[in-house]
């Protein structure tokens, strides 16, 4: 399968609206697979895993997360204020049918890595389930 760039549509309105940055961020990731699973890896740095919501769902990947916000002190001078509170949300269709039960996630120097079984060729049951985050 040919690498397709990825571009954000949003990058170049947040740059149109320099001082009111948006807060929805659409992290990068890549998606591969290996004999047995699926394997995501989502940048998302500066994240607590405690803050991540990862859930598979009819083949199809959802990730949340929210950064923690950082106060402006007034004492520190400010010229410019550009880092605040962040969301990062992406839901993404999967190449082949996996088992969600059965996912699991660990997050390391800002990169959440998840990993999915593939399926038999059976359906899994039809449901959402939530997927446990480890952090090293």
């Known amino acids: 399968m040919p690498l397709i760039p990825y571009h954000n ?3 170049d309105l947040e740059n149109f609206f320099e001082e009111d940055h948006l807060t929805v ?11 047995r699973e699926v394997i995501a890896e ?3 740095p500066g ?13 199809t990947l959802k990730v949340e997360a929210k ?11 400010y010229y410019r204020k550009e880092m605040s509170g962040q ?12 088992i969600g039960k059965k996912a699991k996630a660990s997050y390391k120097d800002g990169i ?3 990993s999915i079984p ?18 090293e």
């Not at 994240?47 to 083949?59: G, W």
């Not at 923690?68 to 004492?75: D, G, H, P, Q, V």
């Open 9 to 11: 549509p949003f990058w």
């Open 25 to 35: 961020r659409s992290p990068r990731m890549d998606i591969y697979e290996t004999e």
């Open 42 to 44: 989502v940048e998302l």
């Open 47 to 59: 994240i607590d895993p405690k803050d991540t919501n990862v859930e598979v769902q009819e083949n």
């Open 67 to 77: 950064g923690k916000e950082k106060k402006e002190e007034k004492k520190k001078g």
């Open 87 to 98: 969301y990062y949300k992406r839901v993404v269709p999967l190449p082949v049918e996996v």
């Open 112 to 114: 959440l890595k998840i």
């Open 118 to 135: 593939k399926a038999r060729p059976k359906k899994e049951k039809k449901g959402g389930f939530k997927v446990k985050i480890d952090s």
